[in-house]
């Protein structure tokens, strides 16, 4: 079974601009959640998608935004880039039974370059 | 104060010993995790605890819920087992229930 995939690998934006990301959950897979980490801060949840449907968000302005699609396919977007928005974005997914949540795959994450 | 803690910071160990993270968080939680990340960024999903204690391999982590704490312990350390380790938890209050908060990460070094 492939893994999660994460689409670009590498990206440099300047600040002002928005950008989106892409992951691609493991086949089967409803649940995907994406993460930030910055050597500042560490990881930090940003938000989870189950069934197309936000299920939970964090603590980000917002300037950061998701959606999933049908096909469990989730996006990512960061809209009016700052300095700070530098970081690597990581998605995970996981195969979540009527509301139990399995383990996560993560994906090898999108490094983001704000300059 | 952060709600998830983990010691020690850094950790380095000679080949073979017996090494303990620890992690203790201050919320009210319905899972913990721990996650391995090697250099390059790749996170593996190691371990995810409710109650009681979990192995896989050289690998054993548990959990007191009453104390809030967890421990992850490495037998027979290897080289390879040189990462990050990160505890999270998965929060079960409020208007987030359901996010995970993520501890600083613990920098295992193992020496041959």
């Known amino acids: 079974k492939a893994g999660v995939t994460q689409t670009p690998r590498y990206l440099i934006k300047t600040r002002g601009q928005q950008v989106t990301l892409s992951c691609s959950p493991i086949s089967g897979h409803r649940s995907v959640s994406w993460y930030q980490q910055t050597p500042g801060q560490g990881l930090q949840f940003l938000f989870e998608y189950f069934s197309e449907t936000q299920r939970n968000k964090g603590n980000f302005p917002g300037r950061f935004s998701g959606r999933q699609f049908s096909n469990s396919r989730s996006e990512m977007n960061v809209s009016t880039l700052e300095l700070g928005d530098s970081a690597l974005y990581l998605c995970?997914?996981?195969?979540?039974?009527?509301?139990?949540?399995?383990?996560?795959?993560f994906g090898p994450g999108t490094r983001l370059l704000v300059l | 104060k952060n709600e998830v803690e983990q010691s020690p910071q850094n950790l380095t160990a000679q080949e073979g010993e017996f090494i303990t993270i620890n992690c203790s968080y201050s919320v009210g939680i319905s899972a913990l995790h721990w996650l391995q990340q090697h250099p390059g960024g790749g996170i593996v999903s190691l371990f995810m605890?409710?109650?009681g204690k979990k192995k896989h391999g050289r690998l054993i982590a548990t959990i007191n819920i009453q104390e809030k704490h967890s421990s992850l312990h490495i037998t027979a350390s290897h080289p390879r087992d040189s990462a990050v380790y990160i505890c999270a938890v998965r929060t079960n209050y409020g208007g987030s229930q359901g996010n995970l908060i993520f501890g600083k990460g613990t920098k295992l070094s193992v020496k041959p």
């Open positions: 995970a997914s996981s195969f979540d039974r009527a509301g139990i949540r399995e383990t996560q795959y």
């Open positions: 605890l409710s109650s």
